[in-house]
């Protein structure tokens, strides 16, 4: 017969699952290096090189005591080995350097920046890298758009690295800020350069977005990052940088498309399609670019950068295999960089170009381990977009927005590396170390022993 009982026949409520304490600071600190690594240039302005090389040392320092204590699982035969082989010739070029102690000073920071994207990419799971990358670039934009607005109001003009206001009636060559946020310019942001500025932007509403298709909480801010980072993305006014969200978006659609494939050999008409549109967009801007740039308001010689690249080439042809030395940037003080090649009457201190520059500064044995890197990345990064996630015999897994990512920003630092050298530096070294190690790690989000060890941290998953 039926009884009448008051005890529950469900589970006791529990408390939801939360993050410990040394989790959240844990992913804290890994903004804080994203942070520096995507507004790096901007803390040499704002504080100088002596102090900001301080505090790369000892954020290095302090994420090595991290790792020992903190033992993630790590597989070493997965690890970036051809990054390494580009850093292991990087090295050896000390021994020839026509500048010495620059290489010396810039090899630090390539491993420094190395030794971070890898930290990152070995305590963080997928999802907590997205989240590290989204809140690091909300730091860049809101700091940019903050910086420019007071500049407006308060300086009403030029501003100078370090804080100082030029004297009334001088034009500076190379101001910080032009001030220019409601005078209609283009606008340089915390970075002081404006092509820097909109490819952070651009990394910006990438992963913004993809936060927003994971289905993130506070979707509204989310949106409304997205806006302010459009906003500072349009107003810098890069040429470079509109190329690169073009292909950033024939890329997200071909990943798009791709991931609808349901037979074996489907996706080799996608790819002729898109190759054909991608080669021929290409061509047709660049025999139509006079045109185009007059539109823009730029000169067919991107702004100087033929001239610039002419330079670089006759000095790098002097030694084409082993090259002069590495100097990611160059350093100004070096006699044979120091007014080399002027622009507004400064120093140039990049080639303008991350494969001359690798040229210049490793000859084509550096280019080709180069390449190599970029290779296996971009190979490695658009299979983890498009190839459904697979470990037994389901093939019915959906795909997850976070994949995207990597393929993503490899499409950004591809554009960009033929007119700038950022993708050897700061963050764009670091997002090819960081995604290039993840994917090799861990090639599927949240499966894994590192992933799964991670998440018990968390408190996504129970203890043993």
Same mark, same amino acid.
């Given at each position: 017969?039926?009884?009448?009982?008051?005890?529950?026949?469900?589970?006791?409520?529990?408390?939801?699952?939360?993050?410990?304490?040394?989790?959240?600071?844990?992913?804290?600190?890994?903004?804080?290096?994203?942070?520096?690594?995507?507004?790096?240039? *901007?803390?040499?302005?704002?504080?100088?090189?002596?102090?900001?090389?301080?505090?790369?040392?000892?954020?290095?320092?302090?994420?090595?005591?991290?790792?020992?204590?903190?033992?993630?699982?790590?597989?070493?035969?997965?690890?970036?080995?051809?990054?390494?082989?580009?850093?292991?010739?990087?090295?050896?070029?000390?021994?020839?350097?026509?500048?010495?102690?620059?290489?010396?000073?810039?090899?630090?920071?390539?491993?420094?920046?190395?030794?971070?994207?890898?930290?990152?990419?070995? $305590?963080?799971?997928?999802? !907590?890298?997205?989240?590290?990358?989204?809140?690091?670039?909300?730091?860049?934009?809101?700091?940019?758009?903050?910086?420019?607005?007071?500049?407006?109001?308060?300086?009403?003009?030029?501003?100078?690295? *370090?804080?100082?206001?030029?004297?009334?009636?001088?034009?500076?060559?190379?101001?910080?800020?032009?001030?220019?946020? &409601?005078?209609?310019?283009?606008?340089?942001?915390?970075?002081?350069?404006?092509?820097?500025?909109?490819? =952070?932007?651009? $990394?910006?509403? /990438?992963?913004?977005?993809? #936060?927003?298709?994971?289905?993130?909480?506070?979707?509204?801010?989310?949106?409304?990052?997205?806006?302010?980072?459009?906003?500072?993305?349009?107003?810098?006014?890069?040429?470079?940088?509109?190329?690169?969200?073009?292909?950033?978006?024939?890329?997200?659609?071909?990943?798009? =498309?791709?991931?609808?494939? #349901?037979?074996?050999?489907?996706?080799? #008409?996608?790819?002729?399609?898109?190759?054909?549109?991608?080669?021929?967009?290409?061509?047709?801007?660049?025999?139509? #670019?006079?045109?185009? &740039?007059?539109?823009?308001?730029?000169?067919?010689?991107?702004?100087?950068?033929?001239? /610039?690249?002419?330079?670089?080439?006759?000095?790098? !042809? +002097?030694?084409?295999?082993?090259?002069?030395?590495?100097?990611?940037?160059?350093?100004?003080?070096?006699?044979?960089?120091?007014?080399?090649?002027?622009?507004?009457?400064?120093?140039? /201190?990049?080639?303008?170009?991350?494969?001359?520059?690798?040229?210049?500064?490793?000859?084509?044995?550096? $280019?080709?381990?180069?390449?190599?890197?970029?290779?296996?990345?971009?190979?490695?990064?658009? @299979? @983890?977009?498009?190839?459904?996630?697979?470990? !037994?015999?389901?093939?019915?897994?959906?795909?997850?927005?976070?994949?995207?990512?990597?393929?993503?920003?490899?499409?950004?630092? $591809? =554009?960009?590396?033929?007119?700038?050298?950022?993708?050897?530096?700061?963050? %764009?070294?670091?997002?090819?170390?960081?995604?290039?190690?993840?994917?090799?790690?861990?090639?599927?989000? %949240?499966?894994?022993?590192?992933? +799964?060890?991670?998440?018990?941290?968390? *408190?996504?998953?129970?203890? %043993?």
């Amino acid at each position: 017969m039926a009884m009448y009982t008051t005890h529950p026949v469900s589970a006791l409520p529990t408390a939801p699952a939360r993050e410990t304490t040394g989790h959240l600071l844990l992913r804290g600190w890994c903004v804080l290096l994203l942070v520096l690594a995507l507004g790096g240039v *901007g803390i040499v302005a704002a504080v100088g090189p002596v102090v900001t090389a301080g505090v790369v040392i000892v954020s290095a320092l302090v994420s090595a005591v991290i790792w020992a204590v903190t033992r993630p699982p790590l597989a070493v035969r997965r690890l970036p080995w051809l990054a390494f082989g580009y850093l292991a010739w990087a090295t050896a070029s000390i021994a020839w350097s026509a500048w010495p102690l620059a290489s010396v000073v810039t090899w630090l920071l390539l491993i420094i920046t190395t030794f971070q994207g890898l930290f990152v990419g070995a $305590v963080l799971t997928w999802r !907590d890298v997205v989240r590290a990358v989204a809140s690091a670039a909300k730091w860049i934009v809101g700091l940019s758009l903050i910086f420019e607005l007071a500049v407006a109001v308060f300086v009403r003009g030029p501003l100078l690295a *370090g804080f100082v206001v030029p004297a009334p009636g001088v034009e500076p060559a190379a101001p910080w800020s032009n001030g220019a946020l &409601f005078s209609g310019g283009r606008i340089q942001g915390l970075l002081g350069n404006a092509d820097l500025l909109a490819a =952070v932007m651009l $990394v910006a509403i /990438i992963v913004f977005g993809i #936060r927003l298709a994971v289905g993130a909480p506070r979707r509204v801010l989310l949106v409304v990052w997205i806006a302010v980072a459009a906003f500072l993305f349009v107003r810098a006014e890069s040429i470079t940088a509109w190329i690169a969200a073009a292909f950033v978006a024939l890329v997200l659609a071909t990943v798009l =498309v791709m991931r609808t494939a #349901r037979r074996p050999g489907e996706r080799t #008409r996608w790819y002729l399609l898109y190759a054909f549109i991608g080669l021929g967009g290409g061509a047709t801007l660049w025999i139509n #670019r006079p045109a185009l &740039f007059d539109l823009l308001g730029r000169g067919a010689d991107l702004t100087g950068r033929d001239s /610039i690249w002419a330079d670089v080439l006759a000095r790098a !042809d +002097q030694h084409p295999f082993i090259g002069w030395g590495f100097s990611t940037p160059w350093i100004p003080t070096e006699p044979l960089i120091d007014r080399w090649i002027l622009e507004d009457g400064q120093t140039v /201190i990049q080639a303008h170009s991350m494969w001359l520059d690798a040229y210049l500064q490793l000859g084509g044995i550096g $280019v080709a381990l180069l390449t190599l890197v970029y290779l296996a990345y971009l190979w490695r990064s658009w @299979f @983890f977009a498009v190839d459904r996630p697979r470990w !037994d015999l389901r093939d019915d897994r959906p795909h997850s927005p976070l994949t995207l990512l990597p393929t993503l920003l490899g499409a950004l630092l $591809v =554009v960009q590396g033929l007119t700038d050298s950022g993708p050897l530096l700061l963050w %764009g070294w670091m997002f090819v170390i960081l995604f290039g190690a993840k994917i090799k790690q861990t090639p599927l989000v %949240g499966v894994g022993p590192s992933e +799964q060890s991670i998440s018990i941290e968390r *408190g996504e998953l129970p203890r %043993g």
